[in-house]
């Protein structure tokens, strides 16, 4: 049985960091390009960042580059966001996802076929 379990969410004021977790079981973690999303009440869920299955490729989107820090440990299965200079917008609740077996990274949601329950973070002004 797959299970995604996500961490480290939480209240952070503007400028300040903060880091999430996603440790996934059940599967092979490796084979699987991993992916983190945000969705706020009321929005769409938005592409955040992404990782390959090697680690070797990463994408942003633009409005977290240079803030957002993307990384995997695939010999511990997980998944790690750091968030640095944290802004109000980024006040989501922040998703991990698994990408199909042996497939590229993607920024479309429809290509997550595992996800976790979402934790939320908050950014004061």
């Known amino acids: ?46 592409f955040v960042a992404g990782i390959s299955r090697t680690g070797g490729q990463l994408h942003y989107r633009d409005s977290v580059k240079g803030r957002f820090t993307i990384s995997r440990d695939n010999g511990a299965s997980t998944l ?3 968030i640095n200079s944290a802004k109000p917008e980024d006040t989501a609740v922040y998703y991990c996802a ?17 996800w976790g329950q979402g934790t939320q973070v908050t950014v004061s002004s």
Not at 13 to 42: E, I
Not at 99 to 104: D, I, M, V
Request: one cysteine or more; glycine letters at 14%.
């Open 1 to 46: 049985q797959v299970q995604i379990v996500e961490s480290g969410g939480g209240l952070v004021q503007a400028g300040g960091s903060l880091r999430l977790w996603c440790t996934a079981s059940g599967l092979a973690f490796s084979r699987h390009p991993m992916g983190w999303f945000r969705q706020d009440p009321g929005k769409e869920r938005e």
């Open 98 to 114: 698994l990408g199909q077996y042996n497939a590229e990274m993607s920024f479309q949601a429809l290509d997550y076929i595992y």
């Open 80 to 82: 790690t966001l750091q």
